[in-house]
């Protein structure tokens, strides 16, 4: 799934957006927005994988407000106004959607993306410093590689460009030069979670959890993102009696 990001100042345009999202089978949509400081707040809480992004929207464009962004997903634009096409491809949109268009442009549109998208995480698959092996990851860590057990694996702190990997029988965590959604892609959902824009949890390490945070079994205590809030709750009210 590639999970979107639809973002526009008007209601009506807004609402057709989530709409034609809805009949894509490939797309998730995560969030709607009418204005890049909405999209903003979702973007560090979830993760996205590209935005239906109008460009017209008041206090910032949305062609400013994609160079805003240290690390953007994928854009597709979206305006009533052809002039912006060239430009919209200078920051590698993927596509520009001209309004009024219709649910077979826009499918066309989430074409364009998926196939983007599958570049795009078959590079990142070859380059990430992270491999999984049977019930076992490997790390490229300090100019060596470190086997870690999943068992073993307790949680992930997200820091930017890298992440610190905390595990049992290590003092310190290592440091991988990898992002925590990179990582996150290549561990299995079933057994790991993202609970905040910078932490992601082993399941099966979890002593008790409250509204706010998580304590880990080593005493360890993870907060939680309100953006990630009900996906817990709901892996909770899954598993749990009572």
């Keep these: 799934m590639i999970r979107v990001l639809a973002i526009d100042d008007e209601p009506l345009a807004l609402k057709q957006l989530q709409i034609y999202i809805s009949k894509v089978p490939f797309l998730e949509l995560v969030g709607a927005c009418h204005s890049a400081l909405e999209a903003r707040r979702i973007l560090d809480e979830r993760n996205v994988d590209a935005m239906f992004l ?22 597709v634009f979206t305006t009533a106004y052809s002039e912006y096409a060239v430009e919209g491809f200078r920051v590698n949109a993927v596509d520009y959607l001209l ?14 993306l998926r196939q983007r998208c599958e570049a795009r995480n078959t590079a990142t698959a070859a380059d990430t410093p992270v491999s999984l092996q049977e019930d076992a990851l490997f790390f490229r860590a300090d100019g060596r590689t470190v086997r870690v057990r999943m068992a073993d694996l307790r949680y992930i702190e997200g820091m930017s460009e890298y ?29 790991f979670m993202r609970v905040h824009r910078s932490f992601l949890i082993n399941l099966e390490r979890i002593r008790d959890a409250g509204r706010a ?13 309100d953006m990630y809030r009900q996906e817990f709750r709901d892996y909770l009210a899954r598993t749990s009696l009572g």
């Design 99 to 112: 309004k009024p268009f219709g649910l077979a442009d826009f499918v066309a549109s989430a074409e364009r």
């Design 54 to 75: 109008d460009i017209n929207m008041p206090d910032i464009t949305g062609m400013e407000f994609v160079r805003t962004l240290e690390n953007p997903p994928l854009v």
């Design 163 to 191: 992440v610190k990997v905390y595990y049992d029988g290590a003092p310190t965590p290592l440091i991988v030069l990898t992002r925590l959604k990179q990582l996150q892609e290549r561990l299995p959902a079933g057994r």
């Design 213 to 225: 945070e998580i304590t880990l079994d080593d005493g360890a205590v993870i907060p939680i993102g």
